[in-house]
């Protein structure tokens, strides 16, 4: 397909299915971004460390934070998995119950694991930041084309024109910076 020219190319069915959650707006989950980060004890292994916690998401609540390391995922170790296979063992149907084994590391960090019994919910996830800058002048971030991004810029707009003087932007700052892209319609 690379052939055709640069955009086209093939998706195996586990790598569409996860396309699809990717720009639909909202998934089944936990509420954590997460990324391998290699071990602070100088192993060779990479550890699944939390980026972030989404505000309201089970894990924010549990009390998951910025920087846990995630151990085991239903009793799976997870320092031989994929990225993309630890992802998709926390994600699933809303209702459904996961359990993380955590550990916290530095100075105030735990010696043993904790274990969080998650239920998943669905977590929606904002794609359109924006602000008044100052008045008449607003700031609009688009993180991805997701399946509602117009939908969700034209709420932003019309929120930002509200706030500014005599109901009119002067001007905005569309910020498109790391958009990976997303659905071709939006």
Same mark, same amino acid.
């Given at each position: 397909?690379?052939?055709?020219?640069? !955009?086209?190319?093939?998706?195996?069915?586990?790598?569409?299915? !996860?396309?699809?959650?990717?720009?639909?707006?909202?998934?089944?989950?936990?509420?954590? !971004?997460?990324?391998?980060?290699?071990?602070?004890?100088?192993?060779?292994?990479?550890?699944?460390?939390?980026?972030?916690?989404?505000?309201?998401?089970?894990?924010?609540?549990?009390?998951?934070?910025?920087?846990?390391?995630?151990?085991?995922?239903?009793?799976t170790p997870t320092h031989s998995m994929r990225m993309d296979d630890a992802?998709? %063992? &926390?994600?699933?149907?809303?209702?459904?119950?996961?359990?993380?084994?955590? &550990?916290?590391?530095?100075?105030?960090?735990?010696?043993?694991?904790?274990?969080?019994?998650? &239920?998943?919910?669905?977590?929606?996830?904002?794609?359109?930041?924006?602000?008044?800058?100052?008045?008449?002048?607003?700031?609009?971030?688009?993180?991805?084309?997701?399946?509602?991004?117009?939908?969700?810029?034209?709420?932003?707009?019309? %929120?930002?024109? %509200?706030?500014?003087?005599?109901?009119?932007?002067?001007?905005?700052?569309?910020?498109?910076?790391?958009?990976?892209?997303?659905?071709?319609?939006q």
């Amino acid at each position: 397909l690379e052939t055709l020219d640069r !955009e086209p190319g093939f998706l195996k069915p586990d790598q569409y299915r !996860e396309m699809k959650i990717d720009t639909s707006g909202q998934f089944g989950g936990v509420g954590i !971004e997460v990324e391998m980060r290699p071990a602070s004890d100088g192993s060779h292994d990479n550890v699944l460390t939390v980026m972030s916690a989404i505000e309201g998401t089970p894990a924010a609540k549990a009390g998951i934070t910025t920087g846990d390391q995630i151990v085991k995922i239903d009793d799976t170790p997870t320092h031989s998995m994929r990225m993309d296979d630890a992802v998709q %063992k &926390m994600r699933g149907k809303k209702g459904s119950p996961v359990s993380l084994a955590v &550990m916290r590391p530095g100075a105030k960090g735990w010696r043993e694991p904790r274990v969080y019994n998650l &239920m998943r919910e669905i977590i929606k996830i904002d794609n359109v930041v924006a602000r008044t800058i100052e008045p008449g002048y607003g700031y609009l971030r688009l993180k991805q084309f997701s399946e509602n991004a117009d939908r969700d810029i034209e709420s932003a707009l019309d %929120k930002l024109e %509200k706030e500014s003087p005599q109901g009119h932007l002067k001007g905005l700052v569309l910020d498109l910076r790391n958009n990976p892209g997303g659905l071709l319609d939006q």
